[in-house]
């Protein structure tokens, strides 16, 4: 099984920044695509970013130019860098992981606890 803990969230200004991160820990043979997904009050839960375990990133429309996605595989880790944050940025953010047991074995979904983003003067 493997554990996601995402930090990083808080209160921030219209325009400022913030960097979340997610790490991974438990047992397993290797982590695969991981992700950002962020859920604000009253809508659905919503792709933010994704990363590949090679490094290949995709971004929603909405945070495309603003928001980057990386990771750190020898820390099993997963961060999203984000700027010039707008009120609609406000969310909770939600890290996501792909993973497997053994080579060939079937792989599984895990989810955070999540953090809050409150983007507001």
């Known amino acids: 099984q493997v554990q996601l803990v995402e930090s990083g969230g808080g209160l921030v200004q219209p325009g400022g920044s913030l960097r979340l991160s997610c790490a991974a820990s438990?047992?397993?043979?290797?982590?695969?695509?991981m992700g950002w997904y962020r859920q604000a009050p009253g809508k659905q839960r919503e792709l933010v970013a994704t990363?590949?375990?090679?490094?290949?990133?995709n971004y929603a429309d909405s945070v495309k130019g603003r928001f980057t996605i990386s990771r750190d595989n020898a820390k099993n880790t997963m961060y999203l860098q984000m700027n010039s944050l707008k009120a609609e940025d406000t969310a909770v953010y939600y890290c996501?992981?792909?993973?497997?047991?053994?080579?060939?074995?079937?792989?599984?979904?895990?989810w955070g606890q999540g953090t809050q983003v409150t983007v507001s003067s």
């Open positions: 990363i590949t375990s090679g490094g290949n990133t």
């Open positions: 438990g047992t397993f043979f290797r982590i695969y695509t």
């Open positions: 996501n992981a792909y993973w497997s047991r053994a080579i060939a074995a079937p792989t599984f979904g895990s």
